[in-house]
C-alpha cells in the first residue's frame, strides 16, 4: 500500500510508491488555489530526488499562474525567511527532513513564511477535488527566475541577531566538527562558521544529495561523528538534519551534548539579554522551566509541532520558543526553527560561559527522558488516553495534545501516532535510571488496560 503522510506541515511519502508526479501535481495545484495569485518561493534540501519534484512542482504552479522565485539549494529557515522578505504569496520547500533517502516532501509556507496554522492546511486541503481543473491560458502562465542570495540574506540576518558579538566569537576561532550529513547544511553551515572565524573541519559535507547513515540526528546514527570530534580535538560537534531546520551539539569529548539541552541552553542564553515568554512543546525538557525561572520569565506549551508551537508563540508574544529535538526559534530573524540561528546562539553563549561544551551541560539542570512505542494491535489510541485519564484523575493533568500529568518528581506525555496504531510514551525524571524504570512501569499499565478494555 503506498505510503503518503498528510500533515499540518505539508505532505510527505516515498518516490515511487505513493509519491509521485500526479500526487505532486494535485496537492501543488491545491496549494497555489490556496495562496491565490502572486509569487511563490521554492527551495529544495538538495537530496538526489529533489531536482525531479522540482521540475513539476515549478512546472505546475507556472501553470497554475503564479510567478516562482526559485532560490535553490538551502535550509528549510531560508524558505521561510525569503517568503518574507520578498513578500511572497507563499513558499515551498522540498525537503523530507530527517527521512531516509527514498523520501522526499512539499512543506508548505504561508505569506508570512511560516508553517500554515491548523486552519489554513484544513482549507488548503478543502481545494483538493478541484486543484487539477483550473489551469491558466497560455498568455498568462507564471513566470519563473531564480534568486541567487537567498541564502546570503539569511546567513547576513542570522550573524546581525541582538546580543551577539561575532567579532569576539571570530577572535576565539572555535575549532568545529560538522556534519551536514550531504545535506543543504553542505551549502550553509560551512559558510555560517568560516564567517565566524572558526576552524572547520568537514565531514558529510559533499553536496552530493546521498545521505551516508540514516539521516535522523540521533546518538545512534552519529557514532563515527561523536569519535570524529574527539579524534580532531574540537571544541564543539555540530551536526544538522537534512534541510537545517534541527541542530545537535556534541561535546568536546565526542559525547552527545542532548537534544533537549540545545533548546534548553539556547533559552538561558536569550531570557538573560531579554526578559520575556518563552514556548516548548509538551514533549520537552522540564528543563527550560528552570532556566527561565531563573530570570523571571514564564515558559507556556503547545501541542507538539512546529506549527502549533510557533502559533502558541505569536499568542504569548514569546521571544524565543523551540522543540526539544534540537529546533531553536527566534522570531525576530525566523519564525521556524532554524539551525543557523541555533549554531549562533550556541558560540556565543559558550563564549561567555568561558568553558567547555562537556561543562556547559554540567551547568545546565539534569533530567533524562526515556521513550517508549506502545503497540496497541486492534486497540483503539484514543480508547486508550481515556482511560489513562481516568486512572490518573489525581494528577496535574493537561490534554492539549493526548495526555501529559505532570508529578513533582518527574513527567510523563502520552500520545498517540497519528499514522500507526501505537501510543508514544514519553517520561522525563531525575535520574536515567528513574526514567526508564518509570516508562516500563507506564508501558506495562498501557498493556493492561489494552486487555482489560
Not at 547544511?185 to 547513515?213: A, H, Q, W
Request: hydrophobic share 40%; with cysteine; net charge positive.
Amino acid at each position: 500500500m503506498p505510503t503518503l503522510m498528510v500533515s499540518i506541515s505539508g505532505i510527505r511519502g516515498i518516490i515511487g510508491d505513493g509519491f509521485d508526479p500526479d500526487v505532486l501535481v494535485r496537492y501543488t495545484s491545491a496549494y497555489a488555489d490556496f495562496c491565490g495569485k502572486g509569487k511563490i518561493v521554492i527551495g529544495s534540501d538538495g537530496r538526489i530526488t529533489g531536482e525531479m519534484v522540482r521540475n513539476i512542482v515549478i512546472g505546475t504552479l507556472l501553470a497554475k499562474g503564479n510567478d516562482v522565485i526559485d532560490i535553490g539549494v538551502c535550509p528549510t529557515p531560508t524558505v521561510l525567511f525569503n517568503v518574507k522578505k520578498l513578500k511572497a504569496a507563499g513558499g515551498i520547500q522540498i525537503s523530507a527532513s530527517h527521512n531516509p533517502n527514498q523520501w522526499n516532501a512539499l512543506k508548505l509556507l504561508n505569506r508570512s513564511g511560516e508553517f500554515m496554522s491548523p486552519e489554513e492546511n484544513v482549507n488548503m486541503l478543502r481545494l483538493l477535488d478541484d486543484a487539477n481543473k483550473k489551469f491558466v491560458e497560455w498568455n498568462k502562465l507564471g513566470k519563473l527566475t531564480g534568486y541567487e542570495k537567498g541564502l546570503e540574506d539569511h546567513i547576513n540576518a542570522v550573524l546581525k541577531m541582538d546580543y551577539i558579538n561575532t567579532a569576539k566569537i571570530r577572535r576565539r576561532k572555535f575549532k568545529v566538527l560538522l556534519d551536514c550529513v550531504n545535506g543543504a547544511g553542505s551549502y550553509s553551515m560551512p559558510e555560517l562558521l568560516e564567517k565566524l572565524g572558526c576552524k572547520v573541519i568537514k565531514m558529510n559535507c559533499d553536496k552530493t544529495g546521498i545521505f551516508p547513515r540514516l539521516p535522523e540526528p540521533i546518538p545512534e546514527n552519529l557514532t563515527a561523528t561523536m569519535r570524529a570530534v574527539k579524534k580532531h580535538k574540537a571544541d564543539i560537534g555540530i551536526v544538522v538534519d537534512p534541510d537545517v531546520d534541527r541542530l545537535v551539539l556534541i561535546t568536546e569529548k565526542g559525547e552527545p551534548f542532548g537534544e533537549e539541552n540545545t533548546i534548553t541552553q539556547a533559552v538561558k542564553f536569550y531570557l538573560s539579554k531579554k526578559k520575556g515568554n518563552a514556548v516548548v512543546n509538551l514533549s520537552t525538557t522540564r528543563a527550560v522551566d528552570d532556566v527561565a525561572h531563573e530570570f523571571g520569565c514564564k515558559v507556556f506549551r503547545s501541542s507538539v509541532g512546529e506549527a502549533n508551537v510557533v502559533q502558541k508563540m505569536k499568542e504569548v508574544k514569546a521571544v524565543i520558543g523551540g522543540e526539544g529535538s534540537g529546533g531553536v526559534i527566534l522570531p525576530k530573524v525566523v519564525f521556524g526553527r532554524d539551525a543557523l540561528t541555533g549554531t549562533v546562539i550556541m558560540l556565543q553563549h559558550l563564549l561567555e560561559f568561558g568553558g567547555k561544551m562537556s561543562e556547559l551541560k554540567k551547568s545546565l539542570p539534569q533530567y533524562f527522558i526515556a521513550k517508549k512505542k506502545i503497540e496497541l494491535g486492534s486497540m483503539n489510541p484514543d480508547e486508550v488516553i481515556k482511560l489513562l485519564v481516568e486512572k490518573f484523575r489525581s494528577g496535574k493533568i493537561n490534554l492539549e495534545d493526548g495526555l501529559r500529568i505532570d508529578f513533582a518528581d518527574h513527567w510523563v506525555h502520552f500520545r498517540k501516532s497519528n499514522t500507526e496504531p501505537i501510543v508514544r510514551c514519553i517520561v522525563e525524571a531525575k535520574t536515567k535510571e528513574e526514567a526508564e524504570r518509570l516508562a516500563k512501569k507506564y508501558f506495562s499499565e498501557i498493556l493492561e488496560l489494552s486487555l482489560l478494555s
